[in-house]
């Protein structure tokens, strides 16, 4: 027997330990080189991790959920030959049991489990995990056979088990107990525990404004229609983070990240505006860069870009760090006002509400406008209240007066 210690690797960013999400092997089973072997969790982003060799996994360590440290073993391979070729040699015996039980069963048997690396997507693996779906009894519609979300949803492709399945065997049969657990790890549990710091530790001061974006609508409305075949359309989020850009360069106080550390506060010069957005493994708050350097059409595209990568759980690292200040909206659910938590280190984050059409009183006559409330917290160590109104203020002024978002500075 030849013995292969894989420990958890470095995965960079000063990282000293990595959060197990979910196994997919287990001891006893054969696998190949650069199979997925294990999903793992860092502050900074979801990682998987291959086999480095061929072999039969002797042991494993940790439960999802466990925290193991960089350096740590995670996996144990017998990498000689007689384990690497055990599975080729087990596979006419295999066929024999199976022909047998089909012989002896004149019912339909359900499809054959794939063999090797299931191809699709982290936040499948974990929707499926949840649901108690094998992976490997899915038909992938993808290409060169990839899972993709919808051959979940289909219940003939994921040949979903009985709800009852996520119920306890002794609890099945009393309906008091029709309950499940979902322990927090992952995605999850990182969320949980930056908001919590957040809260904990930052005084947050709200501030709610009233936008009369009737103008801005116009002007979206129009440059969408003269807009080039392939080019996307415009949301108010580019448009309000145009202006921003603007605003910043007069109230440099809340473009900030507060060392704590260190005990200093950090003022960037350039706007990396996080972007919260809503995916299957949670919030996850990608990073326009230079935004002040963009143009709106560049600002949307880029905004496309990194949304579609958070979803799909392809954003890099680097993609998901370094922001400034957070905008972040709830789009058609949007409501009337929000209290948007603070993304630390940054001290300030700016949340849109929904835009309805409303009646209101201009020069004295009721006439029905576009409106939207802008929901802003600030960190009240470091950013005043008169401070925190007056930036939401001369954001209005722009948004309320889209040109001035365009003049040159």
């Given at each position: 027997m030849n013995q292969y210690v894989f420990k958890m690797p470095d995965l960079g960013e000063g990282t000293v330990e990595a959060e197990i999400v979910a196994w997919h092997t287990k001891p006893g089973d054969a696998v190949t080189e650069d199979q997925l072997i294990v999903e793992v969790m860092t502050d900074k982003a979801a990682v998987e991790v291959p086999a480095p060799v061929s072999g039969r996994v002797l042991s494993i360590t940790g439960s999802p959920g466990d925290k193991i440290a960089v350096g740590s073993p995670l996996i144990v391979?017998?990498?000689?030959?007689?384990?690497?070729?055990?599975?080729?040699?087990?596979?006419?015996?295999?066929?024999?049991?199976?022909?047998?039980?089909?012989?002896?069963?004149?019912?339909?048997?359900?499809?054959?489990?794939?063999?090797?690396?299931?191809?699709?997507?982290?936040?499948?693996?974990?929707?499926?995990?949840?649901?108690?779906?094998?992976?490997?009894?899915?038909?992938?519609?993808?290409?060169?056979?990839?899972?993709?979300?919808?051959?979940?949803?289909?219940?003939?492709?994921?040949?979903?088990?009985?709800?009852?399945?996520?119920?306890?065997?002794?609890?099945?049969?009393?309906?008091?107990?029709?309950?499940?657990?979902?322990?927090?790890?992952?995605?999850?549990?990182?969320?949980?525990?930056?908001?919590?710091?957040?809260?904990?530790?930052?005084?947050?001061?709200?501030?709610?404004?009233?936008?009369?974006?009737t103008e801005l609508e116009a002007l979206r409305q129009h440059l969408n229609a003269a807009a080039p075949a392939g080019a996307g359309g415009l949301t108010y989020l580019p448009l309000i983070i145009a202006a921003l850009t603007r605003v910043l360069e007069s109230f440099p106080q809340c473009n900030v990240l507060y060392d704590a550390a260190r005990g200093v506060l950090v003022r960037h010069r350039a706007v990396h505006v996080g972007i919260a957005a809503q995916t299957p493994d949670g919030l996850k708050v990608p990073v326009v860069r230079n935004a002040q350097s963009r143009t709106v059409w560049d600002i949307a595209a880029e905004i496309r870009r990194l949304s579609e990568r958070a979803r799909t759980n392809k954003a890099t690292r680097d993609e998901l760090m370094g922001s400034t200040i957070t905008v972040t909206s709830l789009g058609k659910l949007g409501g009337i006002a929000s209290t948007p938590v603070i993304n630390a280190p940054e001290v300030a984050i700016i949340g849109l509400n929904k835009a309805v059409d409303r009646p209101v009183v201009r020069q004295g006559a009721v006439v029905v406008r576009r409106m939207m409330n802008l929901s802003s917290s600030f960190d009240h160590r470091f950013v005043d209240g008169y401070d925190a109104a007056a930036m939401i203020q001369a954001l209005k002024e722009h948004l309320e007066h889209p040109a001035t978002i365009f003049i040159p500075r």
């Amino acid at each position: 027997m030849n013995q292969y210690v894989f420990k958890m690797p470095d995965l960079g960013e000063g990282t000293v330990e990595a959060e197990i999400v979910a196994w997919h092997t287990k001891p006893g089973d054969a696998v190949t080189e650069d199979q997925l072997i294990v999903e793992v969790m860092t502050d900074k982003a979801a990682v998987e991790v291959p086999a480095p060799v061929s072999g039969r996994v002797l042991s494993i360590t940790g439960s999802p959920g466990d925290k193991i440290a960089v350096g740590s073993p995670l996996i144990v391979f017998d990498t000689g030959s007689e384990a690497t070729s055990a599975p080729a040699a087990a596979a006419p015996a295999a066929a024999t049991v199976q022909a047998a039980a089909s012989a002896s069963a004149p019912a339909a048997a359900p499809a054959a489990a794939r063999s090797g690396r299931v191809m699709t997507s982290p936040a499948n693996r974990r929707r499926a995990r949840e649901a108690g779906i094998d992976l490997a009894s899915v038909a992938g519609s993808g290409p060169g056979g990839r899972i993709l979300r919808g051959d979940l949803d289909d219940p003939a492709r994921a040949q979903a088990p009985a709800l009852a399945r996520s119920v306890p065997a002794t609890a099945r049969a009393d309906v008091s107990a029709e309950t499940s657990e979902i322990k927090v790890i992952g995605v999850r549990r990182v969320i949980a525990e930056r908001m919590s710091e957040a809260k904990r530790n930052i005084p947050h001061f709200a501030y709610v404004e009233e936008v009369d974006v009737t103008e801005l609508e116009a002007l979206r409305q129009h440059l969408n229609a003269a807009a080039p075949a392939g080019a996307g359309g415009l949301t108010y989020l580019p448009l309000i983070i145009a202006a921003l850009t603007r605003v910043l360069e007069s109230f440099p106080q809340c473009n900030v990240l507060y060392d704590a550390a260190r005990g200093v506060l950090v003022r960037h010069r350039a706007v990396h505006v996080g972007i919260a957005a809503q995916t299957p493994d949670g919030l996850k708050v990608p990073v326009v860069r230079n935004a002040q350097s963009r143009t709106v059409w560049d600002i949307a595209a880029e905004i496309r870009r990194l949304s579609e990568r958070a979803r799909t759980n392809k954003a890099t690292r680097d993609e998901l760090m370094g922001s400034t200040i957070t905008v972040t909206s709830l789009g058609k659910l949007g409501g009337i006002a929000s209290t948007p938590v603070i993304n630390a280190p940054e001290v300030a984050i700016i949340g849109l509400n929904k835009a309805v059409d409303r009646p209101v009183v201009r020069q004295g006559a009721v006439v029905v406008r576009r409106m939207m409330n802008l929901s802003s917290s600030f960190d009240h160590r470091f950013v005043d209240g008169y401070d925190a109104a007056a930036m939401i203020q001369a954001l209005k002024e722009h948004l309320e007066h889209p040109a001035t978002i365009f003049i040159p500075r």
